[in-house]
């Protein structure tokens, strides 16, 4: 399968570098998050799926190995439900997130970065290195407000 999407790079060439199979599975999967601009939970990547889907076991081990290779993230939204979003050629961001409705709406500055640097330098007498972090927002979007 020699299938060139719209990722600005070939699908399967990026797998093999990467170290992967170039699986039907795993090149469907980021085609379905790569098109989303949203996280989506394996139950919204199931509903989404164009044919046959893959069983919950076989997508959540495809998204463990995806998310270790930085190509997905694993997203919080406390609510007991993992999500997922596509990252490889994506600016790092956050999330706001409804909690009436469950919009969401990406946030695309972060100071956090200066912050991790400066627990590490100043605060920090266990730690030397930083190189995650996540934080989302929760509040009400416009239309929950005026309802």
């Known amino acids: 399968m020699n299938k060139k999407y719209d990722y600005g790079f070939n699908v399967c060439q990026k797998l093999r570098e990467l170290g992967f ?5 795993k090149i469907a999967l980021l085609e379905l998050l790569k098109k989303n601009d ?3 939970s394996v139950k919204s990547i199931i509903d989404i799926w ?6 919950q076991t076989t997508l959540y081990r495809a998204l463990a190995d995806l998310i270790k290779k930085g190509v997905v993230d694993r997203v919080d939204f406390n609510n007991s439900i993992a999500y997922f979003e596509y990252k490889l050629d994506r600016p790092h961001h956050h999330h706001i997130i409804c909690s009436k409705c469950g919009e969401i709406e990406d946030v695309s500055s972060c100071l956090i970065g200066n912050l991790k640097n400066s627990i590490i330098a100043k605060k920090s ?3 030397k290195k930083i190189y995650s972090h996540s934080v989302e927002f929760f509040g009400n979007c416009l239309n929950c407000v005026n309802k």
């Open 21 to 25: 199979r170039a699986t039907k599975t």
């Open 125 to 127: 007498k266990k730690f």
């Open 50 to 55: 164009e044919g046959k889907a893959p069983n």
């Open 38 to 40: 949203k996280p989506l």
